[in-house]
Protein backbone atom coordinates (compact mmCIF):
# COMPACT_ATOMS: atom_id res chain seq x y z
CA UNK A 1 0.00 0.00 0.00
CA UNK A 2 2.68 2.56 -1.19
CA UNK A 3 1.27 6.21 -1.27
CA UNK A 4 4.68 7.25 -3.11
CA UNK A 5 5.41 6.84 -6.09
CA UNK A 6 8.61 4.55 -6.80
CA UNK A 7 10.45 5.50 -9.87
CA UNK A 8 12.21 3.00 -12.09
CA UNK A 9 15.20 4.45 -14.09
CA UNK A 10 12.46 4.83 -16.93
CA UNK A 11 10.12 7.06 -14.94
CA UNK A 12 12.33 9.11 -13.17
CA UNK A 13 12.00 12.52 -14.74
CA UNK A 14 15.23 14.01 -15.67
CA UNK A 15 14.72 17.23 -17.46
CA UNK A 16 12.71 19.78 -15.20
CA UNK A 17 13.30 17.70 -12.02
CA UNK A 18 12.01 20.21 -9.88
CA UNK A 19 8.58 19.92 -11.26
CA UNK A 20 8.45 16.28 -10.83
CA UNK A 21 5.62 15.04 -8.09
CA UNK A 22 6.04 12.23 -5.86
CA UNK A 23 2.66 11.40 -4.17
CA UNK A 24 0.91 8.86 -5.59
CA UNK A 25 -2.66 11.04 -5.42
CA UNK A 26 -1.27 13.42 -7.38
CA UNK A 27 -1.51 10.88 -10.28
CA UNK A 28 -4.53 9.86 -9.61
CA UNK A 29 -5.64 13.54 -9.83
CA UNK A 30 -3.93 13.93 -12.98
CA UNK A 31 -5.77 10.48 -14.26
CA UNK A 32 -8.73 11.53 -12.84
CA UNK A 33 -9.02 14.86 -14.98
CA UNK A 34 -8.02 13.80 -18.06
CA UNK A 35 -10.40 12.78 -20.47
CA UNK A 36 -8.54 11.11 -23.18
CA UNK A 37 -4.58 9.16 -23.14
CA UNK A 38 -2.22 9.06 -25.59
CA UNK A 39 -1.12 5.54 -25.52
CA UNK A 40 2.67 4.55 -27.11
CA UNK A 41 3.35 1.15 -29.06
CA UNK A 42 5.96 -0.12 -30.97
CA UNK A 43 5.11 -0.82 -34.30
CA UNK A 44 7.69 -2.84 -36.91
CA UNK A 45 10.55 -0.67 -34.59
CA UNK A 46 8.82 2.78 -34.59
CA UNK A 47 6.56 4.01 -32.09
CA UNK A 48 2.93 4.55 -32.95
CA UNK A 49 0.61 7.37 -30.68
CA UNK A 50 -3.10 7.33 -30.67
CA UNK A 51 -5.21 9.08 -28.46
CA UNK A 52 -7.96 7.19 -26.71
CA UNK A 53 -10.08 6.90 -23.84
CA UNK A 54 -9.17 5.26 -20.63
CA UNK A 55 -10.34 4.86 -17.23
CA UNK A 56 -9.07 4.23 -13.33
CA UNK A 57 -9.57 1.75 -10.53
CA UNK A 58 -7.07 2.08 -7.71
CA UNK A 59 -3.50 1.66 -9.29
CA UNK A 60 -5.17 0.05 -12.55
CA UNK A 61 -5.95 2.28 -15.55
CA UNK A 62 -7.96 0.30 -18.10
CA UNK A 63 -8.10 0.59 -21.91
CA UNK A 64 -10.14 -0.60 -24.54
CA UNK A 65 -10.22 -1.22 -28.22
CA UNK A 66 -12.02 -3.45 -30.94
CA UNK A 67 -10.37 -6.75 -30.91
CA UNK A 68 -9.64 -5.94 -34.67
CA UNK A 69 -7.80 -3.26 -34.04
CA UNK A 70 -4.09 -3.79 -34.42
CA UNK A 71 -2.93 -1.19 -32.08
CA UNK A 72 -4.85 -3.22 -29.48
CA UNK A 73 -3.21 -6.55 -30.51
CA UNK A 74 0.26 -5.17 -30.63
CA UNK A 75 -0.31 -4.09 -27.35
CA UNK A 76 -1.35 -7.25 -25.79
CA UNK A 77 1.31 -9.20 -26.68
CA UNK A 78 2.83 -8.70 -24.02
CA UNK A 79 4.42 -5.85 -24.55
CA UNK A 80 5.36 -2.24 -23.60
CA UNK A 81 3.39 0.76 -23.82
CA UNK A 82 3.32 4.59 -22.54
CA UNK A 83 0.47 6.11 -21.85
CA UNK A 84 0.51 9.60 -21.10
CA UNK A 85 -2.29 12.22 -20.10
CA UNK A 86 -1.48 15.79 -20.39
CA UNK A 87 -3.54 18.95 -19.10
CA UNK A 88 -2.82 22.07 -20.27
CA UNK A 89 -2.84 25.24 -17.97
CA UNK A 90 -1.66 27.97 -19.40
CA UNK A 91 0.90 29.70 -21.68
CA UNK A 92 3.70 31.12 -19.95
CA UNK A 93 4.40 34.55 -22.02
CA UNK A 94 8.21 35.11 -20.71
CA UNK A 95 10.30 38.72 -21.19
CA UNK A 96 12.47 36.33 -23.27
CA UNK A 97 11.27 33.63 -26.32
CA UNK A 98 13.88 31.27 -24.80
CA UNK A 99 11.56 30.94 -21.33
CA UNK A 100 8.10 30.97 -22.54
CA UNK A 101 6.82 27.71 -21.73
CA UNK A 102 3.55 26.00 -20.82
CA UNK A 103 1.68 25.31 -17.23
CA UNK A 104 0.49 21.68 -17.11
CA UNK A 105 -0.21 18.83 -15.02
CA UNK A 106 1.16 15.25 -17.00
CA UNK A 107 1.17 11.85 -15.82
CA UNK A 108 3.45 9.30 -17.92
CA UNK A 109 2.61 5.13 -16.87
CA UNK A 110 5.07 2.83 -18.24
CA UNK A 111 4.21 -1.41 -18.32
CA UNK A 112 3.27 -4.39 -20.37
CA UNK A 113 -0.84 -4.38 -20.47
CA UNK A 114 -2.46 -7.07 -19.26
CA UNK A 115 -5.24 -8.77 -21.69
CA UNK A 116 -8.19 -9.29 -19.06
CA UNK A 117 -10.55 -11.85 -19.25
CA UNK A 118 -12.22 -11.95 -16.14
CA UNK A 119 -15.93 -10.86 -17.06
CA UNK A 120 -16.10 -8.77 -13.80
CA UNK A 121 -13.51 -7.34 -14.49
CA UNK A 122 -14.20 -6.83 -18.04
CA UNK A 123 -17.12 -4.78 -17.33
CA UNK A 124 -15.72 -2.75 -14.41
CA UNK A 125 -12.83 -2.05 -16.42
CA UNK A 126 -15.39 -0.97 -18.94
CA UNK A 127 -17.56 1.09 -16.52
CA UNK A 128 -14.68 2.95 -15.61
CA UNK A 129 -13.83 4.16 -18.93
CA UNK A 130 -17.23 5.24 -19.89
CA UNK A 131 -17.72 6.82 -16.33
CA UNK A 132 -14.06 8.69 -16.58
CA UNK A 133 -15.56 10.65 -19.45
CA UNK A 134 -19.23 10.60 -18.49
CA UNK A 135 -19.92 10.16 -15.09
CA UNK A 136 -23.05 8.58 -14.05
CA UNK A 137 -23.46 7.14 -17.82
CA UNK A 138 -23.34 3.75 -16.78
CA UNK A 139 -26.54 3.04 -15.06
CA UNK A 140 -28.16 5.38 -17.83
CA UNK A 141 -27.51 3.73 -21.06
CA UNK A 142 -28.10 0.58 -22.04
CA UNK A 143 -25.34 -2.13 -20.61
CA UNK A 144 -23.06 -4.17 -23.79
CA UNK A 145 -24.52 -7.56 -24.51
CA UNK A 146 -22.89 -10.75 -25.41
CA UNK A 147 -22.37 -9.74 -28.98
CA UNK A 148 -20.54 -6.43 -27.84
CA UNK A 149 -18.28 -7.45 -25.43
CA UNK A 150 -17.04 -10.37 -27.70
CA UNK A 151 -15.90 -7.32 -29.90
CA UNK A 152 -14.21 -5.70 -27.15
CA UNK A 153 -10.65 -6.02 -25.91
CA UNK A 154 -9.84 -4.85 -22.08
CA UNK A 155 -5.99 -4.27 -21.36
CA UNK A 156 -5.25 -3.31 -17.41
CA UNK A 157 -1.94 -1.33 -17.07
CA UNK A 158 -0.70 -1.25 -13.36
CA UNK A 159 -0.06 1.90 -12.38
CA UNK A 160 3.71 1.28 -10.38
CA UNK A 161 5.67 2.90 -12.94
CA UNK A 162 4.61 6.44 -13.46
CA UNK A 163 5.50 9.75 -13.32
CA UNK A 164 4.06 12.82 -12.75
CA UNK A 165 5.28 16.48 -13.52
CA UNK A 166 3.51 19.49 -12.68
CA UNK A 167 4.64 23.35 -13.48
CA UNK A 168 2.68 26.13 -12.49
CA UNK A 169 3.00 29.95 -11.86
CA UNK A 170 4.83 32.86 -14.08
CA UNK A 171 7.69 32.94 -16.03
CA UNK A 172 11.32 32.22 -14.91
CA UNK A 173 13.09 35.00 -16.42
CA UNK A 174 16.83 35.93 -16.43
CA UNK A 175 17.68 38.79 -14.39
CA UNK A 176 19.15 41.03 -16.37
CA UNK A 177 15.08 40.62 -18.29
CA UNK A 178 13.86 41.28 -15.24
CA UNK A 179 15.78 44.60 -14.66
CA UNK A 180 14.89 46.49 -18.17
CA UNK A 181 12.77 49.40 -17.16
CA UNK A 182 11.05 48.61 -20.81
CA UNK A 183 10.68 45.24 -21.02
CA UNK A 184 8.03 43.65 -22.55
CA UNK A 185 5.05 41.83 -20.95
CA UNK A 186 5.00 38.85 -19.22
CA UNK A 187 2.11 36.87 -17.09
CA UNK A 188 0.49 33.10 -17.60
CA UNK A 189 -2.41 33.03 -20.50
CA UNK A 190 -4.70 30.59 -18.71
CA UNK A 191 -5.96 27.60 -20.88
CA UNK A 192 -9.55 26.30 -19.55
CA UNK A 193 -10.97 23.26 -20.75
CA UNK A 194 -14.98 23.20 -20.27
CA UNK A 195 -18.49 21.60 -21.15
CA UNK A 196 -20.74 23.46 -23.24
CA UNK A 197 -24.25 22.76 -23.31
CA UNK A 198 -25.72 19.22 -24.28
CA UNK A 199 -26.53 19.09 -27.70
CA UNK A 200 -29.58 16.54 -27.77
CA UNK A 201 -29.62 14.00 -30.33
CA UNK A 202 -31.68 14.38 -33.67
CA UNK A 203 -33.27 10.90 -33.15
CA UNK A 204 -34.31 12.06 -30.08
CA UNK A 205 -38.12 12.52 -28.69
CA UNK A 206 -38.52 16.32 -28.43
CA UNK A 207 -38.97 15.84 -24.84
CA UNK A 208 -36.55 13.84 -23.67
CA UNK A 209 -35.18 15.88 -20.75
CA UNK A 210 -31.32 16.37 -20.57
CA UNK A 211 -30.21 14.05 -17.45
CA UNK A 212 -28.70 16.11 -14.40
CA UNK A 213 -25.53 13.65 -14.83
CA UNK A 214 -25.23 15.21 -18.60
CA UNK A 215 -25.20 18.37 -17.43
CA UNK A 216 -27.66 21.75 -17.49
CA UNK A 217 -29.35 21.97 -20.81
CA UNK A 218 -32.17 23.23 -22.94
CA UNK A 219 -34.50 20.34 -21.37
CA UNK B 1 2.85 20.37 -54.53
CA UNK B 2 0.23 17.70 -53.77
CA UNK B 3 -2.51 18.59 -51.34
CA UNK B 4 -3.83 15.29 -50.66
CA UNK B 5 -2.63 13.17 -48.09
CA UNK B 6 -1.09 10.29 -49.58
CA UNK B 7 -1.20 6.83 -47.30
CA UNK B 8 1.95 4.35 -46.43
CA UNK B 9 0.72 1.42 -44.92
CA UNK B 10 1.60 2.98 -41.93
CA UNK B 11 -0.18 6.35 -42.04
CA UNK B 12 -3.53 4.48 -43.60
CA UNK B 13 -6.22 4.74 -41.07
CA UNK B 14 -7.82 1.12 -40.72
CA UNK B 15 -9.89 1.33 -37.47
CA UNK B 16 -12.74 3.85 -38.45
CA UNK B 17 -11.60 4.16 -41.95
CA UNK B 18 -14.98 6.38 -42.65
CA UNK B 19 -13.39 8.91 -40.33
CA UNK B 20 -9.99 9.52 -42.02
CA UNK B 21 -9.70 12.76 -44.28
CA UNK B 22 -7.88 13.00 -47.27
CA UNK B 23 -7.02 16.92 -47.66
CA UNK B 24 -3.64 17.99 -46.68
CA UNK B 25 -5.62 21.32 -45.59
CA UNK B 26 -7.21 19.83 -42.77
CA UNK B 27 -3.80 18.07 -41.53
CA UNK B 28 -2.53 21.91 -41.70
CA UNK B 29 -6.11 22.86 -39.85
CA UNK B 30 -5.56 20.46 -36.40
CA UNK B 31 -1.71 20.82 -36.37
CA UNK B 32 -2.21 25.11 -36.61
CA UNK B 33 -5.29 24.65 -33.94
CA UNK B 34 -3.51 22.31 -31.32
CA UNK B 35 -0.82 23.70 -29.04
CA UNK B 36 0.41 20.58 -27.42
CA UNK B 37 1.51 17.69 -29.28
CA UNK B 38 2.43 14.05 -27.63
CA UNK B 39 6.03 12.78 -29.46
CA UNK B 40 6.81 9.22 -28.95
CA UNK B 41 9.89 7.61 -29.31
CA UNK B 42 11.17 4.11 -28.91
CA UNK B 43 14.19 3.70 -26.32
CA UNK B 44 15.09 0.58 -25.65
CA UNK B 45 12.67 -0.96 -27.42
CA UNK B 46 10.10 0.27 -25.29
CA UNK B 47 7.71 3.32 -26.09
CA UNK B 48 7.71 7.18 -24.58
CA UNK B 49 5.47 9.20 -25.18
CA UNK B 50 5.64 13.20 -23.94
CA UNK B 51 4.18 16.40 -24.53
CA UNK B 52 5.84 18.90 -25.95
CA UNK B 53 5.57 22.11 -27.78
CA UNK B 54 5.72 22.39 -31.86
CA UNK B 55 5.44 24.98 -34.93
CA UNK B 56 4.52 24.48 -38.32
CA UNK B 57 5.91 25.55 -41.73
CA UNK B 58 4.68 24.72 -44.77
CA UNK B 59 4.99 20.92 -45.03
CA UNK B 60 7.55 21.13 -41.69
CA UNK B 61 6.45 20.26 -38.37
CA UNK B 62 8.97 21.60 -36.29
CA UNK B 63 10.21 20.57 -32.44
CA UNK B 64 13.00 22.04 -29.68
CA UNK B 65 14.30 20.43 -26.28
CA UNK B 66 17.45 21.21 -24.40
CA UNK B 67 20.25 20.00 -25.88
CA UNK B 68 20.83 17.75 -22.81
CA UNK B 69 17.07 15.59 -23.27
CA UNK B 70 17.76 12.43 -23.81
CA UNK B 71 14.44 11.93 -25.59
CA UNK B 72 15.57 14.47 -28.14
CA UNK B 73 19.11 13.35 -28.18
CA UNK B 74 17.41 9.61 -28.89
CA UNK B 75 14.89 11.45 -31.75
CA UNK B 76 17.68 13.55 -33.42
CA UNK B 77 19.34 9.94 -34.14
CA UNK B 78 17.76 9.17 -37.00
CA UNK B 79 14.99 7.52 -35.42
CA UNK B 80 11.72 7.04 -36.31
CA UNK B 81 9.30 9.11 -34.19
CA UNK B 82 5.34 9.40 -34.05
CA UNK B 83 3.73 13.38 -33.35
CA UNK B 84 0.25 13.26 -32.42
CA UNK B 85 -1.88 15.84 -31.93
CA UNK B 86 -5.49 15.81 -30.53
CA UNK B 87 -8.19 17.95 -30.33
CA UNK B 88 -11.26 16.96 -28.08
CA UNK B 89 -14.56 18.03 -29.30
CA UNK B 90 -16.98 16.90 -27.10
CA UNK B 91 -18.61 13.70 -25.39
CA UNK B 92 -20.74 11.90 -27.24
CA UNK B 93 -23.42 9.98 -25.18
CA UNK B 94 -24.91 6.99 -26.77
CA UNK B 95 -27.91 5.05 -25.95
CA UNK B 96 -26.01 1.96 -25.14
CA UNK B 97 -22.57 2.20 -23.86
CA UNK B 98 -20.91 0.53 -26.42
CA UNK B 99 -21.54 3.27 -29.02
CA UNK B 100 -20.50 5.99 -26.39
CA UNK B 101 -18.09 7.81 -28.17
CA UNK B 102 -15.33 11.25 -28.51
CA UNK B 103 -15.84 14.00 -30.87
CA UNK B 104 -12.21 14.99 -32.25
CA UNK B 105 -9.85 15.92 -34.79
CA UNK B 106 -6.59 14.21 -34.45
CA UNK B 107 -3.10 14.43 -36.40
CA UNK B 108 -0.42 11.54 -36.57
CA UNK B 109 2.82 11.73 -38.19
CA UNK B 110 5.31 9.69 -38.62
CA UNK B 111 8.52 9.86 -39.56
CA UNK B 112 12.72 10.31 -38.84
CA UNK B 113 12.98 13.79 -37.80
CA UNK B 114 16.00 15.53 -39.18
CA UNK B 115 18.35 17.89 -36.73
CA UNK B 116 18.30 21.13 -38.03
CA UNK B 117 21.91 22.77 -37.96
CA UNK B 118 21.52 25.84 -40.03
CA UNK B 119 21.17 29.02 -38.16
CA UNK B 120 17.92 30.61 -40.34
CA UNK B 121 16.11 27.85 -40.42
CA UNK B 122 16.94 26.69 -36.34
CA UNK B 123 15.38 30.52 -35.74
CA UNK B 124 12.79 30.00 -38.26
CA UNK B 125 11.57 26.59 -36.67
CA UNK B 126 11.66 28.55 -32.71
CA UNK B 127 9.77 31.34 -34.08
CA UNK B 128 7.23 29.09 -35.30
CA UNK B 129 7.49 27.11 -32.33
CA UNK B 130 6.56 30.27 -30.12
CA UNK B 131 4.03 31.38 -32.36
CA UNK B 132 2.28 28.32 -32.18
CA UNK B 133 1.20 29.01 -28.63
CA UNK B 134 1.43 32.40 -28.66
CA UNK B 135 1.10 34.11 -31.55
CA UNK B 136 2.87 37.60 -32.06
CA UNK B 137 5.21 37.29 -28.97
CA UNK B 138 8.32 36.50 -30.95
CA UNK B 139 8.64 39.90 -32.19
CA UNK B 140 7.29 41.19 -28.52
CA UNK B 141 10.00 39.09 -26.21
CA UNK B 142 13.56 39.54 -26.09
CA UNK B 143 15.31 37.02 -29.41
CA UNK B 144 17.81 34.01 -28.16
CA UNK B 145 20.96 35.01 -27.72
CA UNK B 146 24.02 32.26 -28.60
CA UNK B 147 23.99 30.69 -25.49
CA UNK B 148 20.26 30.30 -25.49
CA UNK B 149 21.08 28.59 -29.25
CA UNK B 150 23.76 26.50 -28.01
CA UNK B 151 21.19 24.90 -25.46
CA UNK B 152 18.64 24.74 -28.08
CA UNK B 153 17.92 21.41 -30.04
CA UNK B 154 15.76 22.05 -33.48
CA UNK B 155 14.48 19.26 -35.18
CA UNK B 156 12.29 19.07 -38.45
CA UNK B 157 9.66 16.33 -39.57
CA UNK B 158 8.47 16.28 -43.00
CA UNK B 159 5.01 15.73 -42.86
CA UNK B 160 4.99 13.47 -45.55
CA UNK B 161 3.99 10.53 -43.73
CA UNK B 162 0.39 12.08 -41.94
CA UNK B 163 -3.08 10.85 -41.46
CA UNK B 164 -6.04 12.88 -39.89
CA UNK B 165 -9.25 11.36 -38.39
CA UNK B 166 -12.06 13.43 -37.29
CA UNK B 167 -16.04 12.26 -35.82
CA UNK B 168 -18.33 14.96 -35.46
CA UNK B 169 -21.99 14.69 -34.70
CA UNK B 170 -24.72 12.55 -33.01
CA UNK B 171 -24.10 9.11 -31.91
CA UNK B 172 -24.36 6.10 -33.98
CA UNK B 173 -26.70 4.03 -32.00
CA UNK B 174 -28.25 0.40 -32.89
CA UNK B 175 -31.67 0.26 -34.57
CA UNK B 176 -33.17 -2.18 -31.46
CA UNK B 177 -32.24 1.12 -29.40
CA UNK B 178 -33.47 3.67 -31.71
CA UNK B 179 -36.68 1.87 -31.40
CA UNK B 180 -37.32 2.05 -27.94
CA UNK B 181 -40.18 4.51 -26.42
CA UNK B 182 -38.42 4.47 -23.03
CA UNK B 183 -35.02 4.94 -24.06
CA UNK B 184 -31.95 7.17 -22.36
CA UNK B 185 -31.30 10.41 -23.67
CA UNK B 186 -28.37 10.58 -26.25
CA UNK B 187 -26.19 13.56 -27.75
CA UNK B 188 -23.06 15.39 -27.77
CA UNK B 189 -21.66 17.55 -24.57
CA UNK B 190 -19.25 19.59 -26.08
CA UNK B 191 -15.23 20.00 -25.00
CA UNK B 192 -14.51 23.69 -25.70
CA UNK B 193 -10.71 25.09 -24.90
CA UNK B 194 -10.69 28.70 -24.40
CA UNK B 195 -8.08 30.97 -22.96
CA UNK B 196 -8.69 33.12 -19.62
CA UNK B 197 -8.18 36.46 -18.41
CA UNK B 198 -4.17 37.20 -18.74
CA UNK B 199 -2.48 36.68 -15.26
CA UNK B 200 0.74 39.31 -15.15
CA UNK B 201 3.74 38.09 -13.69
CA UNK B 202 3.95 39.32 -10.30
CA UNK B 203 7.45 41.10 -11.39
CA UNK B 204 5.59 43.12 -13.79
CA UNK B 205 5.37 46.78 -12.73
CA UNK B 206 1.82 47.21 -12.37
CA UNK B 207 1.16 49.85 -15.13
CA UNK B 208 2.32 47.94 -18.03
CA UNK B 209 -0.90 46.90 -20.01
CA UNK B 210 -1.50 43.38 -21.22
CA UNK B 211 -0.01 43.49 -25.32
CA UNK B 212 -2.90 43.13 -28.23
CA UNK B 213 -1.48 39.76 -29.15
CA UNK B 214 -2.24 38.12 -25.51
CA UNK B 215 -5.59 39.35 -25.17
CA UNK B 216 -8.18 41.11 -23.45
CA UNK B 217 -6.92 41.63 -20.10
CA UNK B 218 -7.20 44.29 -16.78
CA UNK B 219 -4.63 46.24 -18.38
Known amino acids: MTTTLSPTPRSTVRRGAHRARTDRAELYAVLDAGLVCHLGIVLGGAPV ?24 RAAARDA ?19 HFSMNYRSAV ?26 PGAWD ?21 EASVKV ?11 LARPDGPWAGVLPVEQAFGA ?11 P ?8 PG
Open 140 to 160: HARPPNRKELAATSVLALDLT
Open 210 to 217: VPPHVGPG
Open 49 to 72: VLPTGYGRLGDTLYLHGSTGAASL
Open 167 to 177: RTGPPVDDEED
Open 109 to 134: VHGVPRHVTDPDERLAGLRAITENIA
Open 198 to 208: PVPCPLLPPDV
Open 80 to 98: PVCVTVTLLDGVVHARSVF
